[in-house]
């Protein structure tokens, strides 16, 4: 068969504007960023195969995620928050039965090693990280990360409250570990596809919506085999798809909706029940597009989204073998 590519959509690209809201801050119109024209991003692959030690430093930083400025059609770029300088994070590929370790740094501090602010609105009311503490911005963002669908020993679970500020100022209580002392996974389970994401108590949703999160993929001898013997799709033909959806400010920013229901007491910013951005990003990247060969893939699905659903689709008509 001649080689050809073809562009392989899945519907949750397709997601349009949702109803238009009033909010304070004026908001990217959906209907002017381009669709379907930016490449997939495909994260970078930490091997921990082979067992060892890993380090991984959460820092915030400027990333493109696909938007333009309508009017002067420039690039827009977000600041944002990842795992070794990338939203997402690095994929982590692990073995099964075979442990490995890592440092979760927290270095959301600026260069003179100050503690950052959060990017999105903090509702101080409800039982979160910091809420004992007199005057919390002075200690910055607390993180804990979580790996999701992992056999992991509770010390290392990423438990909501053993959450750490930079600098181990301030520790959750359910903080067990010494400062300096590694998570350990031990991947007792069979080949699976997993992912990590902070996990801070009453802030979850904001640090991940901020860009916290990241694939984790365990193989095994089996897959490993069908693989081998191309009854899996492997390398370039096997791809994680992290989905979420988000809102962005006129200059590119992140938004979280914050404002509390009208004709209630709730405080300002207050949290709200669920959330729905009016973009959707694949991998970082708003609305992209992926030139395939015809053959099968395989594609890892994560959704990584605050509230919503996706129906997953092939726009060209064939069915998608779910394994």
Request: contains cysteine; glycine residues 8%; proline residues 9%.
């Amino acid at each position: 068969m001649k080689n050809f590519n073809q562009k392989m959509l899945v519907s949750a690209f397709l997601i349009s504007a949702c109803c238009t809201k009033v909010f304070a801050q004026a908001l990217l119109n959906p209907l002017l960023q381009p669709q379907f024209v930016n490449q997939l991003p495909i994260p970078a692959v930490v091997d921990a195969r082979g067992g060892g030690t890993f380090n991984f430093d959460i820092t915030q930083f400027q990333q493109n995620l696909g938007l333009i400025d309508p009017i002067t059609k420039l690039p827009l770029l977000t600041t944002v928050w990842g795992y070794q300088g990338t939203y997402p994070g690095p994929t982590i590929l692990a073995r099964s039965n075979t442990p490995m370790q890592c440092f979760w740094n927290n270095k959301l501090v600026d260069n003179a090693n100050k503690p950052l602010p959060h990017l999105l609105p903090v509702d101080s009311s409800i039982d979160w990280a910091l809420m004992d503490l007199p005057n919390p911005a002075q200690y910055g963002v607390p993180l804990v990360t979580h790996l999701h669908g992992g056999h992991t020993e509770s010390a290392s679970d990423g438990l909501p409250d053993s959450w750490y500020t930079p600098n181990f100022t301030q520790k959750g209580s359910g903080f067990i570990k010494g400062d300096r002392e590694p998570y350990t996974y031990s991947n007792s389970q069979p080949a699976a596809t997993l992912w990590y994401h902070d996990h801070t108590m009453g802030i979850t949703r904001l640090n991940a919506y901020a860009g916290l999160a990241g694939f984790y993929i365990i193989t095994d001898e089996n897959e490993s085999t069908l693989q081998a013997n191309n009854q899996l799709p492997a390398g370039p033909y096997d791809i994680g798809l992290a989905i979420q959806d988000k809102t962005f400010t006129a200059n590119g920013q992140l938004f979280y909706p914050s404002l509390p229901p009208a004709g209630t007491t709730a405080p300002n910013p207050s949290i709200l029940p669920e959330s729905f951005g009016n973009m959707i990003l694949v991998n970082g990247m708003v609305w992209p597009v992926l030139d395939v060969e015809p053959r099968q893939y395989r594609f890892r699905i994560v959704n990584a989204s605050d509230s919503r659903f996706y129906n997953m689709a092939l726009s060209s008509g064939e069915p998608i073998i779910r394994l």
